[in-house]
């Protein structure tokens, strides 16, 4: 279904013919996306095709063009740095827009700690400018090659520093907003004119519409600009870097520790929670290096170290006493960065830290105290540029169960998420790297208290089987949470984008108030529902 | 009135004609009449009758004396819905620094609960013993720890609201998986997470919105470890400037606990007990000063109280001022126990002159000196005396944002007085919106001035309004409604 004529140029006008196109190879490269493959018939790895594209240079293009769709009835789906498959067009008849073009760090004010960004800068770009002034910015787990506004107005928003930093839906002050309806909202002090600084008011708080727990991934218009609060780092202006690729790392000053702490069982690990969160200590608190498994991770974080070795030699790796004993070190562990804002700050820290393994029976993964170990993770761990290294297995992957609570209910889903993949592991379907693959925030807000663990599973995207087995595993994850009475993780998110109309509904009638509201406030703000299923809505009956 | 059920229903003249007017300038209008609820069941049913008769409902959670207008009917015929008597603490959860409170607790119940436990709360400055814990948060007046101020709306987390069409929802994750408070409990939860449920942060709807969109029955609350080791300090200085510049590096680096800048007429109407001691203290203080709590909350509390007042000291030092334990004989333990603990019973704001206006806003603390210029100019053109404002600053949000309040204090029983004040209210508050002050919290006659000036959420205020409340049950006349 090509676009009409008239609604072609009329788009043209707005952004000019170098920044539109429909020509069918530009609009697959926008439709081939990650996770494709375990939604769409036949795993094809396209999401449908976009009628066209365009990149608008400002929020008044952005707007012109939203005035335009809903003149011509024409769906729109906003894209920047992509993140899973969510910012594809879920439909056929959709434009896309790529935001690629508005990239601007627009202001940094050093005193009150925020800054005004674009939906194209990434997180890396902003960190490494707000460094300069002494501040830091959260990285989400999207990593450093992704989009600020987009975790602090459409997704989720958490990183490694949150318990210090903050998640992004904290942080997030000011945004404009281009509505469904053509609208802009400028939400907090920028709507009165009096600066980015504060994200709520004037009175009844808008701020609750631009996003909630999850932002609306692209369902609900387009965001433009947004402040979002920085945090101090007391650190160098840049980050030191030696080493050889691929194992970059940077020797931080004296008032920067990154520690692998590790417990004898569960409970003592989810109790250090409980004492960090007490303690108010930690600046990144973080499960990471569990990613890839805990019976294969160590050996590849070994192997990383060694420029001269590749992932063909990680089972030769394995087998070696000292990483087998580097294994069972470090198999319930997770990784905090200390941060002391002076001397004093960090030997407090130090002090804290060593009373909380005392109570908890923890201990320091030797191997990660080694100087070149820790440098390795400093920059690792607080810059998060290695993302990559997600699909370094296979090439796919998929996080289940993640989902935020108390620790007390974290540990609870713990040993499904182990249950649940182990089979698939054993038989070959997944990559078995270890039961638990298990990653995720100490502290997934600002402050701690809230924690999650995700699930990684790695299967193999040029294998049908391999795929074919992702998918039946989410469902099964599913099935066993429904059966534990836990609900369904991100896998259920994950799985909603290809699930018929009607079976999407039965799954939103599980929360009917909350997709009820929801519908008020589309059939509000999108009366000619431009937008997605990103932001679901229940029926009405 | 026979769907209200049991409740109690107070129609008597003299109970009704204290409702009708406050300390503010608001016009006076007399309720119907009052009716106090015990449970959500109960308000779910007021408002449930009040859409069927389309009768007005104003909410009310604290005791007397109000401030703001937001309690005084607008309209006629108006029924109070008074939420005082749900004042059960529900839960307090320790291991997940978790409180949950009905609307009528207050901070002087509370507190003390929570010290059993080992925890507390941080407070807004001096809130009056009748104070709501729920309405304070929810009117996201100020608290004074600016590093736990993780949002704005912190310490506040989730909510049960009962909308204006009557239907409930519990917000973040209490309005999840799980259907029951107990479900929650026993899977672990605590009503730690605020956002949601799904793509909308309801808590922040009903925030600011002086009881015009929905109405809370319980909230849960992030609480602090209770303090082992707690020292104030002052920072005196002379200027404002330099000390705003002091106190951008200390909170830059989260140094400290509590953290405010009064100048000497608020310091002095804080720690004074009558007229006369205010004046004479405040001609001893320093103009402005930085107050500091420093706590040392569980492990190793003495030496964090140590390296942190050594820290502290350091960077003062660099400004070329000073971190005093006491300033004009009075010490940091005084301070202590006065702005950790609700105002004495005659709200301190009224002791120096028997009635108070406030002006405030949000700012930047950069921008703070040119406010205190506007208003000392508006108030010598008024001839009303300078040295009798109160100025408090709170950082706010860890530091990115500032709570910037004046006080006015003068004697309502004097029309000539009282109308000095009134006008110079107006004029300083218009003076301040046209020079940037953001007022996010737009009471009485602010409203016009505030969504005249921001048609963008005014409209979209008027849209949720719509569809929260669409009879326009909850406190009409107030806002942009």
Sequence with gaps: ?541 | MEMIGKQKIIKEHKILDSYSHDNSFTLPMQPRLVVQPRNADDVQKIVTWANRTKTPLVPVSSGEPHFHGDTVPSVPEAVIIDLRRMDKIIRIDRRNRMVLIEPGVTYAQLQPALAEEGLRLSTPLLPRQSKSVIASLLEREPTLVPKYNHTLLEPLRCLEIVWGNGEILRTGDAGGYYPTLEQQWEMGLAQVFSGGPGQVDYYRLVSGAQGSIGIVTWASVKCEVLPKVHRFFFIPADNLKGLVECAYRLLKVRLGDEFLVLNSASLAAILSRDADGIQALKNKLPPWVIIMGIAGRDLFPEEKVDFQEKDTRDIVHQFGLELLPAVSGIGGGQVMSTILNPSPVTYWKLTYKGACQDIFFMSTLDKISEFVNTVFAAANALRYPVSDIGIYLQPQHQGTACHCEFNLPYNSGNKIESDHVRELLDTCSEALIEQGAYFSRPYGIWADMVYNRDAGNKEMIKTIKGIFDPNNILNPGKLCF
């Design chain 1, 1 to 541: 279904m090509a676009l009409s004529r008239d609604a072609y140029r009329a788009l043209e006008d707005i952004v000019g013919p170098g920044y539109i196109s429909e020509d069918p190879a530009v609009m697959d490269s926008y439709a081939y996306q990650w996770l494709a493959e375990t939604v769409r018939p036949n795993q094809s790895k396209f999401m449908p095709r976009p009628e066209a594209a365009l990149l608008p240079g400002s929020t008044k293009e952005v707007q012109a063009i939203v005035r335009t769709c809903n003149k011509y009835k024409i769906k729109v789906k906003p894209y920047s740095t992509g993140w899973y498959f969510y910012g594809a067009p879920l439909t056929e008849g959709v434009i896309q827009l790529d935001m690629r073009r508005m990239d601007r760090i627009l202001e940094i004010d050093e005193k009150n700690m925020f800054a005004v960004i674009e939906p194209y800068a990434i997180a890396g770009v902003l960190q490494a400018e707000v460094m300069k002034r002494g501040l830091n910015c959260t990285v989400t787990g999207a990593g450093a090659s992704c989009s600020t506004l987009v975790g602090a107005t459409c997704y989720h928003g958490s990183g490694g520093t949150s318990i210090y930093t903050g998640e992004l839906r904290e942080n997030l002050l000011g945004a404009e907003w281009v509505m469904p309806n053509g609208e802009i909202l400028r939400t907090g002090s920028i709507g009165s004119g009096c600066g980015w600084f504060c994200a709520e008011g004037p009175g009844p708080s808008m701020r609750g519409i631009v996003r909630g727990a999850l932002g609306a991934r692209g369902g609900l218009g387009v965001y433009t600009k947004c402040a979002v609060k920085l945090s101090p780092w007391p650190g160098p202006v840049e980050f030191p870097v030696e080493g050889t690729a691929p194992a970059y790392r940077s020797p931080l000053p004296g008032n920067f520790r990154a520690y692998t702490l590790a417990f004898k069982d569960w409970d003592s690990l989810f109790e250090a929670y409980y004492r960090l969160y007490d303690n108010e200590i930690g600046y990144y608190a973080h499960r990471q290096w569990t990613m890839l498994g805990a019976d294969l991770g160590p050996a590849f974080w070994m192997l990383y170290q060694d420029p001269t070795k590749s992932l063909d030699d990680i089972e030769e790796f394995v087998q070696k006493q000292e990483v087998k004993e580097f294994t069972e070190e470090m198999r319930r562990s997770f990784q905090l960065v200390l941060v002391g804002m002076s001397q004093r700050d960090i030997e407090y820290q130090d002090k804290v830290l060593e009373r909380i393994l005392e109570e908890t029976g923890g201990w320091k993964v030797k191997k990660w105290l080694e100087p070149e170990m820790e440098q390795f993770a400093l920059l690792y761990l607080l810059r998060l540029g290695k993302k990559n290294l997600n699909f370094v297995y296979t090439g796919g992957w998929v996080g289940n169960f993640m989902q935020v609570g108390t620790p007390d209910f974290v540990k609870k889903y713990r040993p499904l998420a182990e249950d649940a993949t182990r089979e698939y592991q054993e038989k070959g379907l997944l990559v078995d790297c270890g039961s638990d693959s298990m990653m995720g925030c100490v502290g997934s807000i600002s402050g701690g208290g809230n924690c999650g663990l995700e699930q990684f599973g790695f299967y193999d995207v040029a294998d049908k089987v391999s795929t074919a087995a992702a998918v039946e595993w989410m469902k099964h994850c599913i099935q066993e949470e429904a059966m534990h009475n836990i609900p369904p993780g991100k896998e259920g998110m994950y799985l909603a984008v290809g699930k018929t109309h009607e079976e999407l509904q039965q799954d939103l009638a599980k929360q009917p108030a909350t997709h009820t509201w929801q519908r008020k406030i589309k059939q509000a703000l999108d009366p000619n529902d431009l937008g997605d299923r990103m932001y679901p809505t229940l029926d009405e009956r």
